[in-house]
C-alpha cells in the first residue's frame, strides 16, 4: 500500500488536510476489507487479532514513521519529506 496525496485524501473524513491516528487506522481497515472482499479464504484467516497484527506493522512505518512534530496530525508535506 502506498502511502500518498491519493491515500491521504481518501483517509482525510473531516476535510481539513491532516490524518489524525483513528483517520489513518480507519483507512487502513478500509483498504484491508476491500483486498480481501473477494477472497473468502483471506476473510476467514484475518480476524480481529490479525487485523490488530496488521494495523500495527503497517503504524511503525506508516503514522509514526512519518509524523514527525508530535501535534497528533499526519499531513501532506510530513508525507512528502517520509518519501524524499
Given at each position: 500500500?502506498?502511502?500518498?496525496?491519493?491515500?491521504?485524501?481518501?483517509?482525510?473524513a473531516?476535510?481539513?488536510?491532516?490524518?489524525?491516528?483513528?483517520?489513518?487506522?480507519?483507512?487502513?481497515?478500509?483498504?484491508?476489507?476491500?483486498?480481501?472482499?473477494?477472497?473468502?479464504?483471506?476473510q476467514?484467516?484475518?480476524?480481529?487479532?490479525?487485523?490488530?497484527?496488521i494495523?500495527?506493522?503497517?503504524?511503525a512505518?506508516?503514522?509514526?514513521?512519518?509524523?514527525?512534530?508530535?501535534?497528533?496530525?499526519?499531513?501532506?508535506?510530513?508525507?512528502?519529506?517520509?518519501?524524499?
Open positions: 500500500m502506498q502511502l500518498d496525496a491519493a491515500f491521504l485524501a481518501s483517509a482525510d473531516n476535510r481539513d488536510g491532516a490524518l489524525s491516528l483513528s483517520e489513518f487506522q480507519a483507512e487502513l481497515d478500509r483498504r484491508l476489507d476491500a483486498k480481501i472482499a473477494g477472497d473468502p479464504a483471506a476467514k484467516k484475518i480476524g480481529a487479532e490479525q487485523r490488530v497484527a494495523r500495527e506493522r503497517m503504524m512505518p506508516g503514522f509514526r514513521g512519518m509524523h514527525k512534530n508530535s501535534d497528533g496530525l499526519l499531513t501532506g508535506d510530513e508525507v512528502k519529506s517520509f518519501a524524499q
